[in-house]
């Protein structure tokens, strides 16, 4: 994807958008009859507790910068978006917003059903203040970017979803405004056309507009996005650049759906540190002892650390990179031989990459003991494409006799043979972004991975007429 994290310093000049103690409150009502006598009877009736939505939310935005909004669900972050483009009032707090503000909110929100795609373009267009004539100068441009061929001419409702928004976006980008609010919208979109919308947002960047983008890809944060903050139930926790927004956000914010929560190292069972694989002691280890393990049992996994190849904890990579993956286990029944591996999962679920100790030339310890604590420190370098992906982990073991003849067995005689001893699905999520010096091209590659590989282009012959010179003269 053409996205660009461009960590500049556009932030010196003039903000274009200043959101100062935004608060957004609702009333909570106990029952539709409480709703209903509050609004009959308001002023004797208690008043109902408020639920705060957005609380004294502040940030300025630069111009050309582009915001990621990232956060929970119910967190606040489509709150904000609707009181930055004027849908909503806020309960208090100030909003200085630019003239021109255009936003990609609810699909299909500006358009009148009946109206054709073509008619829908001059009411769109006018109510970000175009007039006629300059709409009917950019109409050719805004019917070629949506591309959605005689479509244009037939009444919206008949549109799928990701026609609304090849049309609304079209609309937003062509009329040059100095602030885009996208709230999901692209992801709507198939793989070219938000290819197609990233690239231009980038382009208008460089113009000078300013984006907002509400996500739940921290790829797409972290990639396209500058700067970053963090909703968590209405307040801003964190601000600053994308990229660690988006570390903060795995770090604090997300939970896996087994409720696994983040452990001082204290209370984590003691290790030797007097070992060839030392643990970078980090506060960000997640405690896997809490986490549903399953398998045959006589392993049970304690603790990882995901990191990059200096030790540093992180979540988001950039294609290529390496990560290493800690991972501690003790050992409750001996085992022979174990193997311990990695899974990479990509969003919609497909193993792109799993590997255990059958397959890496070093041999693993042998003949564990129960009692024994063991680590395991695997390095995979993520040639992959960008996007989200979860991690999965575990141990299995195999008789040494078996293991010894690895080389030689096929996967289906040393398969039926392999014990799962403990396996955890989901235990942390990653983010891989384009690495901007690594590849030629924006596209590192098509497909899940990038496998390695090389190019040769030779010239067979130079022109038609220098073959057919040939043959002649043959
Ligand atoms: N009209 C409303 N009345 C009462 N509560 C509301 C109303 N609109 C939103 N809320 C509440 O405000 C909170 C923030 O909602 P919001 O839609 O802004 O969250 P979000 O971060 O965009 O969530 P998601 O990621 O699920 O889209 C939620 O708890 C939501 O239930």
């Known amino acids: 994807m053409s996205k660009d994290s461009t960590d500049d310093a556009r932030g010196t000049s003039e903000p274009v958008l200043i959101a100062r103690n935004v608060t957004k409150r609702y009333p909570l009502f106990n029952s539709p009859g409480h709703r209903l006598s509050t609004a009959l009877f308001g002023r004797f009736?208690?008043?109902?507790t408020e639920y705060s939505a957005l609380e004294d939310v502040s940030f300025e935005l630069a111009r050309g910068d582009a915001l990621a909004v990232v956060g929970r669900n119910g967190a606040g972050k489509s709150t904000l978006l609707q009181i930055l483009s004027g849908v909503l009032e806020p309960t208090s707090g100030s909003v200085s917003a630019p003239r021109r503000v255009?936003?990609?909110?609810?699909?299909?929100?500006?358009?009148n059903p009946e109206f054709s795609g073509r008619e829908n373009i001059y009411v769109n267009a006018a109510i970000l203040g175009l007039t006629r004539a300059e709409i009917s100068a950019r109409l050719d441009a805004i019917v070629d970017f949506a591309d959605i061929g005689d479509y244009i001419d037939q009444p919206v409702k008949t549109y799928s979803s990701g026609m609304f928004l090849r049309l609304a976006f079209s609309v937003a980008v062509n009329v040059e405004p100095e602030l885009l609010l996208v709230d999901e919208a692209l992801t709507v979109g198939d793989v070219f056309f938000q290819q197609k919308c990233y690239a231009r947002l980038n382009k208008m960047r460089l113009n000078g507009t300013s984006v907002l983008l509400v996500t739940h890809s921290m790829a797409d944060a972290a990639e396209f996005c500058n700067r970053g903050i963090v909703l968590s139930q209405g307040r801003i926790v964190f601000a600053g650049r994308s990229k660690e927004a988006v570390e903060y956000?795995?770090?604090?914010?997300?939970?896996t759906?087994?409720?696994r929560r983040r452990v001082a190292t204290a209370e984590l069972a003691p290790l030797s540190t007097e070992t060839e694989a030392p643990y970078p002691e980090r506060e960000e280890s997640i405690d896997l002892s809490t986490h549903k393990q399953f398998g045959d049992g006589g392993v049970v996994a304690l603790r990882m650390l995901v990191t990059d190849k200096d030790d540093e904890p992180r979540r988001v990579f950039t294609q290529g990179g390496i990560m290493r993956?800690?991972?501690?286990y003790k050992v409750d029944k001996p085992i022979d031989v174990p193997l311990a591996g990695v899974q990479i999962l990509n969003a919609k679920g497909i193993l792109v990459h799993g590997k255990n100790s059958l397959q890496y030339s070093e041999a693993p310890p042998k003949g564990l003991a129960a009692g024994t604590i063991m680590r395991c420190v695997q390095d995979i370098e993520l040639g992959l494409d960008t996007g989200e992906y979860t991690l999965d982990v575990g141990v299995a073991d195999v008789e040494d006799s078996l293991f010894e003849r690895r080389h030689q067995l096929s996967p289906s005689e040393i398969h039926p043979h392999i014990r799962l001893l403990c396996h955890?699905?989901?235990v942390v999520r990653i983010s891989i972004v384009h690495a901007a010096e690594r590849y030629p091209s924006p596209a590192s590659h098509y497909g899940i991975a990038d496998l390695p590989g090389d190019q040769r282009i030779a010239v067979l012959a130079c022109a038609d007429h220098e073959l057919s010179t040939a043959s002649a003269q043959a």
């Open 45 to 48: 009736m208690k008043r109902p």
């Open 102 to 111: 255009a936003g990609l909110l609810e699909l299909g929100s500006g358009f």
């Open 249 to 255: 956000y795995f770090h604090h914010e997300s939970h």
């Open 257 to 259: 759906p087994t409720g």
């Open 325 to 328: 993956i800690y991972t501690d």
């Open 424 to 426: 955890l699905s989901g």
